[in-house]
Structures are given as structure tokens and as C-alpha cells.
């Protein structure tokens, strides 16, 4: 059966788009595995499938490119956002997608001058998780804020955090200098995190100025991430190195977000793209 599927990104972090309203691949674990190969096939990050639903404006499901479903994909929920309005006609102000993490909410930024395509948004992440015991990470206690972590020959200072998927944040040098691809594996897979993790490596530049790389479960190392990006603004935040109700800007290696922390929620804005079209045999 061949299938056209949309190419999309936010800021750099790929994933394969498919219209599912009235139509949903058998095996979508085994379909992101072929498609997200980057010498063989598509390549991607992984495969999102765009779907109704009975309580929002449409519904995601999404695929790393191991297979594994994930729960929320922060840039993912964008470049849904992005579908719904430039391609299924939903062209509202705010818009409302259905994820594993619970609905999110996205207001519309930035549109085309004929006001056809939605071009950034602000999503409504929701409150960040800080219990270990539902994020999940075996750590003691109400919260793991600096706590220490043996990974590999080293101990590091990590603090952990949910956005919908389980998240570890580590503050350092710059990031540019590790090798994460040898040490985001260790983390990933780390006994302390049951259900794997996905691991921020964050420089400090200034207050409320965070630079990002990210190890992802299930993807490798990603040029960008939004739940990652959130949980590092929650860690910086209750490290001292940023601000509640303020805009933290994160630089990721595929471009910048702007992510604002409340008492009640995460609020993240960037943009949503098209990289372009094509069709795939599923």
C-alpha cells in the first residue's frame, strides 16, 4: 500500500508524518523503524501518526526511530499543531492535540501573510513532574535536585524531571566537549531509570541562558527536543540558574526555543516546518 507522508521538523528534530484520519498502519513500531533510517529510507527521528479524536482536534501517536512508543514529543506536538492547521483546514487560534501525556493546548503564533499556514505556537506542556517515583527514578525522597549519580567511571549531579516522559538533566561545561554518544547510552539505559530516560546535557551561559544537547531513548542524540527542553528551564529553575515566569531561552543544536515556567505549568514556543512530501510503501 503506498502512503504520502509529510517530512516536518521543529527546530531540526525530524519526524515522518502520516494522515490517519481514516486510516492506521497495522504495525506503526515496525513502520518507524524502516522509515526513520537515514542512509536506507526516509530518515527521521521517528514516525508521528496524525489521528481524530473524541476530545480534541486531532490525536498523536509517535514512534522513535528503535520502534518504541513514546507518550509527548514537544516538537512533535507542533509540527502537529502545524498538520491540523495548514493541512486537515482546523485553522483556529488555539488548537488541541490528544497525546499519551494528556491533551495538549496550542496557541497560535506566527502565520503566513494569507494566513494559510501556522508558522510558530505555544504549547501548554503542563506541570512538570518532580516526584522520582512517578517520573520514574529510583531516587529517595519527594524530589532528585542535584542528587548524585554514578554513570559509567563518573559521578555526576543530575536532577530529574517529567514532561510526560522521563527526563534527566546534567549542568556543566559546554556541552559541545562530550561524548554523547558514548556516555547517552549509560544514561539511557542506567538501572536507576526503569522505563530508560532521556538525558539533557545543559551549559549555564548567563541566567535565564541555557545551551542543550540531548540524548533521546529510543533516538540517539537529537538536534533538538522539546520536553527536553522543558525539563532543562524546570531544572534551571530549581537550580538557581533561571527564573519562574520568565522567558529561558535554550539553545539546542538545531535552533532556539523560549520556555516560560509557572507555578501551574510549562509554557514552550518555536516553530513548526515543512521539509517536504513524499510517498512510502507501508
Known amino acids: 500500500m503506498i502512503r504520502t507522508f509529510y517530512k516536518m521538523h521543529g527546530i531540526g528534530n525530524d519526524y515522518i508524518y502520516f494522515d490517519c484520519f481514516g486510516w492506521e498502519p497495522e504495525d506503526p513500531s515496525a513502520l518507524a523503524v524502516k522509515l526513520s533510517d537515514r542512509h536506507f529510507s526516509v530518515g527521521g527521528d521517528g514516525v508521528i501518526l496524525?489521528?481524530?479524536?473524541?476530545?480534541?482536534?486531532?490525536?498523536?501517536?509517535m514512534f522513535n526511530a528503535d520502534g518504541s512508543e513514546g507518550k509527548m514529543c514537544g516538537n512533535g506536538v507542533r509540527c502537529v499543531g502545524k498538520f491540523l492547521y495548514d493541512v486537515k483546514g482546523i485553522r483556529k487560534d488555539v488548537l488541541t492535540v490528544e497525546t499519551l501525556s494528556g491533551v495538549k493546548t496550542l496557541k497560535v503564533g506566527q502565520k503566513s501573510a494569507d494566513l494559510m499556514h501556522a508558522e510558530t505556537f505555544t504549547v501548554d506542556m503542563g506541570?512538570?513532574?518532580?516526584c522520582p517515583a512517578r517520573i520514574p527514578a529510583d531516587f529517595s525522597g519527594d524530589l532528585a535536585v542535584n542528587v548524585p549519580l554514578s554513570v559509567g567511571d563518573a559521578e555526576y549531579r543530575v536532577t530529574c524531571v517529567s514532561m510526560g516522559n522521563p527526563h534527566c538533566v546534567v549542568f556543566g561545561e559546554d556541552p559541545d566537549g562530550?561524548?554523547?554518544?558514548?556516555?547517552?547510552?549509560l544514561f539511557e539505559r542506567h538501572s536507576v531509570f526503569?522505563?530508560?530516560?532521556?538525558t539533557e546535557f545543559v551549559q549555564a551561559l548567563v541566567k535565564n541562558d541555557l545551551k542543550m544537547r540531548v540524548w533521546e531513548?529510543?533516538?540517539?542524540?537529537?538536534?533538538?527536543?522539546?520536553?527536553?527542553?522543558?525539563?532543562?528551564?524546570?531544572a534551571a529553575v530549581l537550580n538557581g540558574y533561571a527564573d519562574k515566569n520568565t522567558p529561558i531561552t535554550l539553545r539546542l543544536k538545531g535552533g532556539v526555543l523560549k520556555i516560560e515556567v509557572t507555578d501551574e505549568t510549562v509554557f514552550m514556543t518555536g516553530p513548526a516546518e515543512f521539509a517536504f512530501k513524499g510517498e512510502a510503501e507501508v
Open 50 to 61: 496524525v489521528l481524530p479524536s473524541k476530545i480534541a482536534d486531532g490525536r498523536m501517536r
Open 217 to 234: 531513548r529510543g533516538s540517539g542524540e537529537t538536534l533538538a527536543c522539546g520536553t527536553g527542553a522543558c525539563a532543562s528551564a524546570v
Open 127 to 130: 506541570k512538570a513532574e518532580l
Open 194 to 198: 526503569p522505563e530508560r530516560v532521556n
Open 178 to 185: 562530550i561524548e554523547i554518544e558514548k556516555i547517552g547510552p
